[in-house]
T-cell receptor
Framework: GAVVSQHPSRVICKSGTSVKIECRSLDFQATTMFWYRQFPKQSLMLMATSNEGSKATYEQGVEKDKFLINHASLTLSTLTVTSAHPEDSSFYIC????????????FGPGTRLTVT | DAKTTQPTSMDCAEGRAANLPCNHSTISGNEYVYWYRQIHSQGPQYIIHGLKNNETNEMASLIITEDRKSSTLILPHATLRDTAVYYCIVRANAGGTSYGKLTFGQGTILTVHP
C-alpha cells in the first residue's frame, strides 16, 4: 500500500507553546488529507479534512484557530497546535487519500504530543 | 454513514482462524464495509473492503451476508502480531457530505495468545 509519514513521531512541549506536525504522502499525490486525534483507550476522532489548495473543513467542536491546518501541496499537510495546553496531549494521526477513484485512505504512524 | 456494532473483545489461539463479526443493520445500498486494524501506538492499517460480494486478499477474507446487515472478517491463521484493535466501518464511496470520511467506532480488541 501507499506510504504516509509523520514527523515528529513524538514531541514534548511546554504549555503555551505551539507545535507543528507534518504529514507527507511519500509515493502518491494526496488530494485530500485527514487529521485525527486519539486519546488513551479511546477511538480515533476526526478533527478536520483538508483538500489541497483550499481551507480545511473542521468537525464540530474542533477549534479551527487552535488547530491550524495547511495543505499547500499534494504531498504535504501540516497541523499546528497553537498555545498548547496539557489537555491537548494526545496521539495525532493523519491519513491521505489520492484523487480520482482512489477511495482508500492510508494512515501515518501517528505523533504522540505531550504538553507539560 | 451507517453505524456498526462490534464485540468489545475477542481471544484467539495462535494458528487458528480469527472470526470477527460486525453488525451494520442500517447500511444503505451505496455503502461499503471497510476493515482497518490498529496495533498499539501505531496508525490504522487498511485490511479489506467490500460491497456485497465476499472478498479475499493476502491479509484476510471478508464475508458479507446476503442482506448486507452483517459481515465477518476472517484472519485464516492468526499470529501474535495480529493482536490489535479491529475496526469495522461503513462508508459511502462517492457523493454526499461524508465523502471520504471514516468514522471509527470502538472496534474489537483481538488478542492472539500462544
Amino acid at each position: 500500500g501507499a506510504v504516509v509519514s509523520q514527523h515528529p513521531s513524538r514531541v514534548i512541549c511546554k504549555s503555551g507553546t505551539s507545535v507543528k506536525i507534518e504529514c507527507r504522502s511519500l509515493d502518491f499525490q494526496a488530494t485530500t488529507m485527514f487529521w485525527y486525534r486519539q486519546f488513551p483507550k479511546q477511538s480515533l476522532m476526526l478533527m478536520a479534512t483538508s483538500n489541497e489548495g483550499s481551507k480545511a473543513t473542521y468537525e464540530q467542536g474542533v477549534e479551527k484557530d487552535k488547530f491550524l491546518i495547511n495543505h499547500a501541496s499534494l504531498t504535504l499537510s501540516t497541523l499546528t497546535v497553537t498555545s498548547a495546553h496539557p489537555e491537548d496531549s494526545s496521539f495525532y494521526i493523519c491519513s491521505a487519500r489520492g484523487g480520482g477513484f482512489s477511495y482508500e485512505q492510508y494512515f501515518g504512524p501517528g505523533t504522540r504530543l505531550t504538553v507539560t | 454513514d451507517a453505524k456498526t456494532t462490534q464485540p468489545t473483545s475477542m481471544d484467539c489461539a495462535e494458528g487458528r482462524a480469527a472470526n470477527l463479526p460486525c453488525n451494520h443493520s442500517t447500511i444503505s445500498g451505496n455503502e461499503y464495509v471497510y476493515w482497518y486494524r490498529q496495533i498499539h501506538s501505531q496508525g490504522p492499517q487498511y485490511i479489506i473492503h467490500g460491497l456485497k460480494n465476499n472478498e479475499t486478499n493476502e491479509m484476510a477474507s471478508l464475508i458479507i451476508t446476503e442482506d448486507r446487515k452483517s459481515s465477518t472478517l476472517i484472519l485464516p491463521h492468526a499470529t501474535l502480531r495480529d493482536t490489535a484493535v479491529y475496526y469495522c466501518i461503513v462508508r459511502a464511496n462517492a457523493g454526499g457530505t461524508s465523502y471520504g470520511k471514516l468514522t471509527f467506532g470502538q472496534g474489537t480488541i483481538l488478542t492472539v495468545h500462544p
